[in-house]
């Protein structure tokens, strides 16, 4: 979808129904969502069919505020900051765990509790077509035969992307080498590409989808999913190709400032179940290649998120990349 189109469906979304909540209850007032992104993108216009349709279940309007900045660390602590009484509420995403573990730019579960997990979505493997790889296994047999010579660009040090690429070089021995290219974002580092200035490349499945389905100056190799993603179900997953068990997915959920109540975290989590279930929630997922996968309670998410902070504190001590080192 162009941006203009998701600017259309954004601003269709902006208005939520207003109803009167009982006295003494909770939500009281109108609800506060804070987005760490640019409204109009593809996640925005995804936390603003959520929000319509938590609205609905709650009673009261849930109002969808746009913080961008400093990687969505500048939304987070304005979350964080926020009185925890559920009337604010935010936008988290795997992103925000990889800058607490690789770069400690805050500690993130002493700033917020986490709610629920929404939804996952996956990354890809790309290649400029004139390497003339094949397959992922072809792109790894090339990197192996000249380390650090195949050049590699990611969405920006210590970003989804990028951390997956240090995962699958791990599996590995000795680990997967390559002249890794941070760039401010997946997009950009696919504009480079067109521009033959780098070799290959990690992005989110959306960015790089009409090269599946028309393939030019870029091959899509694999797709980071345990299975096939049925918007594109040519692509295969990177388990079949490298012959291992390997997977790896972005995923985006909600959380409130840390100390909300737990009866009215778990109104929060009840509604944003609600929303998954919507007509209009699963149909943006299902044209976009993003899989529902709700958590089963906020307890589960937050022990998620605590392995993963455990596990990616590791790689960046492992790969130092916490120092700008590879």
Same mark, same amino acid.
Not at 35 to 48: I, K, L, N
Not at 54 to 70: D, H, T, Y
Not at 240 to 267: D, H
């Given at each position: 979808?162009?941006?203009?189109?998701?600017?259309?469906?954004?601003?269709?979304?902006?208005?939520?129904?207003?109803?009167?909540?009982?006295?003494?209850?909770?939500?009281?007032?109108?609800?506060?969502?804070?987005?760490?992104?640019?409204?109009?993108?593809?996640?925005?216009?995804?936390?603003?069919?959520?929000?319509?349709?938590?609205?609905?279940?709650?009673?009261?309007?849930?109002?969808?505020?746009?913080?961008?900045?400093?990687?969505?660390?500048?939304?987070?602590?304005?979350?964080?900051?926020?009185?925890?009484?559920?009337?604010?509420?935010?936008?988290?995403?795997?992103?925000?765990?990889?800058?607490?573990?690789?770069?400690?730019?805050?500690?993130?579960?002493?700033?917020?509790?986490?709610?629920?997990?929404?939804?996952?979505?996956?990354?890809?493997?790309? *290649?400029? %077509? $004139? &390497?003339?790889?094949?397959? /992922?296994?072809?792109?790894?047999?090339? +990197?192996?035969? =000249?380390?650090? #010579?195949?050049?590699?660009?990611?969405?920006?040090?210590?970003?989804?992307?990028?951390?997956?690429?240090?995962?699958?070089?791990?599996?590995?021995?000795?680990?997967?080498?390559?002249?890794?290219?941070?760039?401010?974002?997946?997009?950009?580092?696919?504009?480079?590409?067109?521009?033959?200035?780098?070799?290959?490349?990690?992005?989110?499945?959306?960015?790089?989808?009409?090269?599946?389905?028309?393939?030019?100056?870029?091959?899509?190799? *694999?797709? %980071? $999913? &345990?299975?096939?993603?049925? /918007?594109?179900?040519?692509?295969?997953? +990177?388990?079949? =190709?490298?012959? #291992?068990?390997?997977?790896?997915?972005?995923?985006?959920?909600?959380?409130?400032?840390?100390?909300?109540?737990?009866?009215?975290?778990?109104?929060?989590?009840?509604?944003?179940?609600?929303?998954?279930?919507?007509?209009?929630?699963?149909?943006?997922?299902?044209?976009?290649?993003?899989?529902?996968?709700?958590?089963?309670?906020?307890?589960?998410?937050?022990?998620?998120?605590?392995?993963?902070?455990?596990?990616?504190?590791?790689?960046?001590?492992?790969?130092?990349?916490?120092?700008?080192?590879?």
């Amino acid at each position: 979808m162009k941006r203009r189109s998701f600017l259309a469906a954004s601003s269709a979304l902006i208005v939520s129904p207003i109803v009167m909540a009982k006295p003494g209850s909770w939500p009281r007032r109108e609800i506060r969502l804070i987005h760490p992104f640019t409204a109009g993108d593809q996640t925005d216009v995804s936390t603003r069919i959520i929000a319509a349709a938590m609205s609905e279940r709650l009673g009261v309007s849930i109002v969808v505020q746009n913080k961008p900045g400093a990687g969505g660390v500048s939304a987070l602590r304005e979350l964080g900051s926020s009185k925890p009484d559920g009337h604010t509420i935010g936008y988290i995403s795997n992103g925000n765990v990889s800058l607490d573990a690789i770069f400690q730019r805050y500690d993130l579960l002493d700033l917020v509790d986490p709610i629920a997990r929404l939804a996952d979505s996956a990354q890809t493997l790309y *290649a400029r %077509s $004139s &390497k003339g790889y094949q397959s /992922l296994s072809d792109m790894i047999e090339d +990197i192996k035969r =000249s380390p650090k #010579k195949v050049s590699l660009g990611v969405g920006g040090l210590g970003a989804p992307s990028h951390v997956m690429w240090e995962l699958l070089a791990t599996e590995f021995t000795p680990n997967l080498e390559v002249n890794l290219i941070p760039y401010k974002s997946a997009t950009e580092s696919t504009q480079a590409m067109l521009g033959g200035y780098i070799d290959t490349g990690v992005s989110f499945l959306t960015g790089v989808v009409p090269y599946i389905q028309k393939p030019g100056a870029i091959k899509v190799l *694999a797709i %980071s $999913s &345990k299975e096939r993603n049925p /918007l594109v179900p040519q692509l295969p997953t +990177i388990s079949e =190709s490298i012959g #291992k068990k390997f997977s790896y997915m972005n995923w985006n959920g909600l959380c409130a400032p840390r100390g909300t109540p737990p009866e009215v975290s778990k109104q929060i989590f009840e509604a944003a179940m609600y929303a998954v279930q919507s007509a209009r929630y699963q149909k943006f997922c299902a044209d976009y290649g993003v899989i529902i996968n709700p958590s089963l309670n906020s307890e589960t998410f937050r022990s998620e998120i605590e392995a993963t902070l455990k596990l990616e504190r590791a790689l960046a001590l492992a790969k130092n990349i916490n120092q700008g080192g590879i």
